[in-house]
């Protein structure tokens, strides 16, 4: 179960002689997971110069050499070289967004990558189970009662949570296939939640509460604090340890219910448990930031392309691309326009074109095969 379980993430997405194990030689193999340790140190390492370019960049910039003292200055004593308006530019307008925006993006990725794996579909992300339209509408509900961002970051959860719980019990009312059933309970679970959003939308006051709820759905990181921050890392984190370290057993399922049973894997409540460690990530991302798209779906299949379909390479690498990803696209946001740009925006300017070349390349390589 070590070296030949890991065949594929997601099969549709190329032949099979392609998938790790195939090939002893390892000559256009997959990565091991010991082989895929330095990709995901470089990566590691781009993470972390990207969150840096983002503490530094925007109407206000701080050099790169300032914001790393400033940084070590709250850990070790340093001679004070940075300023007053520096210090507060950086740690209190810049770091919360910056964790936030590594935190959002890479929970929606490393719930993206999952969910491919799980459904063993390229084309899949976390909008499949509904979470996120349950969770929008969590959100909308508060904005529309004006109950405050407490009340709109704890109905957003809860509402997330909700749609997982409506989804899953979908998915045991028919004895046939069980995945079937749940894309089809999410699916009818996400579009009974988009309507209810409408219908908030609909009911909202034109001139004070709409925009507000147009603008919060489009996705903003705008009103980041550690507060927020701390909010989301307790759903993202705790369901980015369960999937992890289900990362080799979502291997085996990836290959079919019946083998994933013959190797000792119970297909059923594995994928219960996966499922719910990404709507907790889900739920969390979206409480915090709105709808935030494209990045659960382009992400995974970058992640494939710098390590291979062995999940357990493939899942932490979505989770640091996913955060980098997000935090760049968070400093376009508030830097190229005098008005800060929505996510939602530019990650759907940015991602739909870049997933067709995805595609194409795809398609070019298995006609290649």
Do not use: C
């Not at 004593?77 to 967004?97: G, M, N």
């Not at 959002?104 to 999952?114: E, K, M, R, T």
């Not at 691309?321 to 190229?336: C, E, K, P, Q, V």
């Amino acid at each position: 179960m070590t070296a030949s379980a890991p065949e594929t993430g997601t099969t549709a997405a190329r032949p099979p002689e392609d998938g790790p194990g195939r090939d002893p030689s390892g000559a256009g193999a997959a990565p091991s997971a010991r082989r895929g340790l330095p990709r995901l140190s470089l990566l590691v390492l781009v993470t972390v110069v990207v969150a840096l370019a983002a503490l530094a960049l925007g109407r206000y910039v701080v050099p790169p050499n300032e914001v790393v003292r400033l940084l070590a200055g709250q850990v070790i004593p340093l001679d004070r070289t940075w300023t007053p308006v520096e210090q507060s530019v950086v740690l209190d307008v810049r770091l919360p967004r910056v964790l936030l925006s590594l935190l959002v993006g890479g929970g929606l990725a490393l719930g993206g990558a999952a969910l491919q794996g799980v459904f063993r579909n390229p084309l899949v992300s976390p909008d499949v189970i509904g979470v996120s339209s349950g969770a929008s509408f969590g959100g909308v509900l508060g904005l529309l009662l004006g109950a405050g961002s407490a009340a709109v970051v704890g109905g957003a959860f809860a509402f997330g949570l909700v749609a997982l719980v409506t989804v899953l019990l979908i998915g045991r009312l028919n004895s046939g296939s069980p995945i079937l059933m749940i894309v089809l309970g999410g699916t009818v679970t996400g579009a009974f939640f988009t309507a209810l959003v409408s219908f908030a939308k609909y009911l909202a006051d034109p001139e004070s509460e709409l925009p507000s709820i147009v603008f919060w759905l489009l996705g903003s990181l705008a009103t980041a604090t550690y507060a927020k921050a701390v909010t989301a890392a307790v759903p993202i984190l705790l369901g980015a340890a369960v999937v992890l370290a289900l990362r080799w057993r979502l291997n085996v399922l990836s290959l079919g219910d019946e083998d994933a049973t013959a190797l000792g894997v119970p297909p059923r409540s594995t994928r219960a448990l996966l499922l719910t460690a990404v709507a907790l990530m889900t739920a969390g991302a979206v409480a915090v930031a709105g709808l935030v798209g494209w990045v659960g779906l382009v992400v995974p299949h970058l992640a494939r392309l710098w390590t291979g379909s062995d999940h357990r390479v493939q899942l932490p690498a979505a989770f640091l691309i996913g955060g980098a990803y997000l935090t760049a696209i968070d400093t376009l946001s508030r830097t190229i326009t005098a008005a800060e740009m929505p996510l939602g925006i530019l990650t759907a300017v940015i991602g739909a074109p870049f997933f067709v070349l995805l595609l194409a390349r795809s398609r070019k390589r298995m006609w290649s095969q």
